[in-house]
């Protein structure tokens, strides 16, 4: 809490500067320009690769100075976090008033993480005061998009592979977006047959690594707010006239209290998140983009079963966030399941129920069930043990639900490893009506998304509902 109180004070003010837009050979680059005086500055980068010339022609200018102006809005927020500055001024463009409270909005619910993390309290007065001090305006603008054609954000998990499958087989128009594409994504698209992904390489300044290392404020930004942004830019540059994303229902379970507030790792992931960005695209940027997540009327355990018939991506798809993590960049990623995560354990109990201990031992090199060391992080899941981990895990309730229906399987097979041993033992008699809140979890379906008919009943025919 001192450290914060420091900073804020040698640190009062944020200013997004600008950001500028060129064309470099077939590549679309958008650089901004951050200050935070009276020393620091950070020039971080966008690249969208391959941009057709021809489609720029018929894309109008504003439109892709609204979204470079606004791709700076939500790409700052992992530069203000190093001092928590107490004001962020906007000098790249104009905001009204209901623009800037929906970001505030934004920073308080998305980055509630990094303040429960930081001892932040946000609730003072005065904390953020956002300042739009450009006579810079944009406009909504009707831009023609293909409404016909779908644009899927593509990750390494098995969320965005069941879409992708599931549209694919459907005979739908599809492609992808990946930021920072490595090699599991290029195997998973390989796999998918997707020959000409749309890639985006974001280049974050060093200096904030560097900043890091001494000490600085860091923690969780909303990513898949600043991955939506992405996806609509995207969208209008190659004229895709849907874009998708794969956020499920369970997204939008909190983690934990905190000030009196709930605060969500999945924040932007979440229905209300979908909600609120679908109608500021509509009122700020465009009407032509469908902007929406497939998946959104399904738990993760329930994706979970669709996907294990995807046998193809067992051996490929990674969803540690521990592989992927460079701490800083002090050391490169592993791209390799850690096997001690809760995203590990969890995703290893999603499975179980649906695939052999052979496909699964072939995924994550041993029986997750059996490391005793894992136990507090399965209380952890299952709502027993803290608060629940701060990734991507799921509900607390289907946690319970998926030990329960690995520990039925186990008994069923005659071979139960430690961990659903003594979930039988200790965690079961506890919730004595747990086998029909697991199938009622099975065959749940929330009636919050955005889906048209049509996808509604793609999605339902892979559950045979």
């Not at 354990?345 to 090199?365: C, D, G, H, M």
């Not at 507090?376 to 998926?402: D, H, R, S, W, Y």
């Not at 961990?419 to 965690?427: Q, R, S, V």
């Not at 065959?443 to 999605?459: A, E, P, T, Y």
Request: proline share 4%; charged share 30%.
């Amino acid at each position: 809490m001192r450290k914060v109180k420091v900073l804020r004070k040698k640190y009062p003010k944020f200013f997004y500067k600008n950001y500028k837009i060129e064309l470099k050979k077939n590549d679309l680059e958008i650089s901004f320009d951050f200050e935070i005086p009276p020393k620091l500055s950070f020039q971080p980068k966008i690249k969208i690769k391959n941009v057709a010339r021809s489609r720029l022609k018929e894309i109008k200018n504003e439109i892709l100075e609204n979204l470079a102006f606004h791709l700076g809005l939500i790409e700052m927020l992992s530069y203000w976090k190093a001092t928590c500055s107490g004001v962020i001024e906007i000098e790249a463009g104009s905001l009204k008033k209901e623009q800037i409270k929906w970001w505030k909005d934004l920073i308080i619910k998305g980055m509630g993480q990094y303040f429960f993390e930081n001892r932040i309290d946000w609730r003072e007065a005065g904390f953020l005061r956002i300042v739009s001090s450009s006579s810079k305006k944009f406009k909504r603008i009707k831009q023609k998009v293909n409404k016909g054609k779908f644009l899927i954000a593509m990750g390494e998990g098995k969320d965005s592979i069941t879409t992708l499958e599931l549209l694919k087989k459907k005979g739908l128009k599809v492609n992808c977006f990946v930021v920072n594409p490595n090699k599991i994504h290029f195997k998973i698209l390989k796999e998918a047959g997707i020959g000409t992904p749309i890639i985006v390489e974001r280049k974050i300044d060093p200096k904030l690594f560097q900043l890091n290392q001494k000490g600085f404020l860091n923690g969780h930004t909303p990513i898949t707010a600043l991955h939506s942004f992405l996806g609509v830019l995207c969208g209008i540059l190659f004229d895709f006239g849907n874009v998708v994303f794969s956020n499920e229902r369970s997204s939008n379970e909190g983690n934990l209290k905190y000030l009196g507030k709930t605060i969500n790792h999945q924040y932007s992931k979440s229905f209300e998140f979908e909600e609120k960005f679908r109608d500021y695209l509509k009122k700020y940027i465009t009407p032509e983009i469908n902007y929406f997540s497939f998946l959104r009327p399904l738990y993760e355990i329930q994706i979970a079963k669709i996907f294990s018939g995807f046998k193809q991506y067992l051996p490929l798809f990674l969803s540690c966030n521990e592989a992927k993590k460079t701490y800083s960049g002090k050391r490169k990623p592993a791209f390799k399941w850690c096997d001690n995560c809760p995203k590990c354990l969890f995703t290893f109990a999603l499975l179980y129920p649906f695939l052999s201990e052979k496909e699964l031992v072939n995924i994550f090199r041993e029986n997750l069930f059996q490391k005793k060391e894992l136990l507090p992080l399965m209380l952890q899941l299952i709502g027993e043990k803290k608060f629940k981990p701060l990734e991507c895990v799921g509900t607390k309730k289907e946690n319970l639900a998926a030990f329960y229906l690995s520990w039925e399987k186990a008994k069923r097979i005659g071979k139960t490893p430690y961990l659903l041993k003594y979930f039988g033992k200790t965690i079961f008699p506890k919730y004595p009506n747990l086998k029909q809140v697991s199938k009622n979890i099975m065959n749940s379906w929330d009636k919050n998304h955005n889906l048209s008919r049509n996808l509604l009943n793609i999605l339902k025919s892979a559950l045979n509902f």
